[in-house]
């Protein structure tokens, strides 16, 4: 689904190098890289702070912390996403409150939030999911209404650019009160280990956050908080540092590779291509289609016989996974995140993808379903 090597290969000089520097240096944790990486992504996002830690779920879980989230407080999230996001909120004994997302885009829906607040609603965390954002005009408009705090999971959108109402841009998870990012290797911004980061133009709630991620300690051995221990390494961070230059490099091929198969696939009634959302720029962490008339297993396994990688992200709706089933849903609930579910294939998507790969992959689709 990724080719890491291929894109390592072409930068190796700069990343061995930045590798060898630190540990050279022997600052493996909070070195001067930790620093460098956190300025560079601040002025990358338009953003006053970034505040690095070990992964994206870390970041979210963080984040509600900050937040002063308390057991029994509802936290709205889309039932269509990777488990993390639901995770943390059930781990703070917090309530996740699931709805459906929009058919088209695959994210939150904006109707399904207003719909789902309760007086114990204290939050919403939207999941731009697969590379596009959610519709944060929408979702800020709601969380106003009903002061609200909104977490952007950004996990898979680093990159991606709002396009405002009032045609201002602003960079995915800047836009809520604090937005989260994870550089797990497969991310977009991805690193040669876990990472992650949360995001805030907030200046107390960055000190929180600050605090809460090394083990709510301001000065030291003085613990006021309780906090985690959530670092992201200086080598993580070196490495970052190098990959962040080219991140919208990295987005425009993907997005050659999308409009690639986006052609190939056009008007073929058996599969729907990813939606453009106008208000969002597409970085294509996943290229996602909608199948329809046709068993998608048999696709995959076609697809494995020809050496080709093919993906269900994701194959079982929140509301419908074992750990988190809950006597308030059912089958049924939400039908767009189950039909989704039941017809969403992801193609190979990466930065190195030649014309020859993308032939192979969308002939090999085609001979399949034609
Ligand atoms: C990857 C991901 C996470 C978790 O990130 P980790 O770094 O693996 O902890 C959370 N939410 C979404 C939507 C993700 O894609």
Known sequence: MVDLKSQYVKIKEEI??????VIDSTAFINGPEV???????EKYLNIKHVIPCANGTDALQ????????????????????FVA??????????TPVLVDVDANTFNIDPKAIEKAITPK????????????????????????KHNLFVIEDTCQAIGADFISKDGKKKKAGTIGHIGCTSFFPSKNLGCYGDGGAIFTNDDKLDDKIRIIVNHGMAVRYYHDSIGVNSRLDSIQAAILKVKLKRLDEYAAARNNAARYYDNAFKGNAKLKTPSHFEKSTHVFHQYTLVTNGFDRNKLIEHLQEKGIPAMIYYPVPMHLQKAYLDPRYKQGDFPVTEALSNSVISLPMHTELDEEQLKHITSSILEFIN
Request: proline share 4%.
């Open 16 to 21: 061995d190098n930045a590798i060898l520097d």
């Open 35 to 41: 620093k460098n990486f956190q300025n560079d992504l």
């Open 62 to 81: 963080v984040s509600m912390m900050a937040l002063g989230l308390k057991p029994g407080d509802e936290v709205i999230a889309p039932s269509f996403t």
């Open 85 to 94: 996001t639901a995770e943390v909120i059930a781990l703070l004994g917090l």
């Open 121 to 144: 609603t204290k939050a919403i965390i939207p999941v731009h999911l697969f590379g596009q954002c959610a519709d944060m005009d929408a979702i800020m408009a709601i969380a106003d």
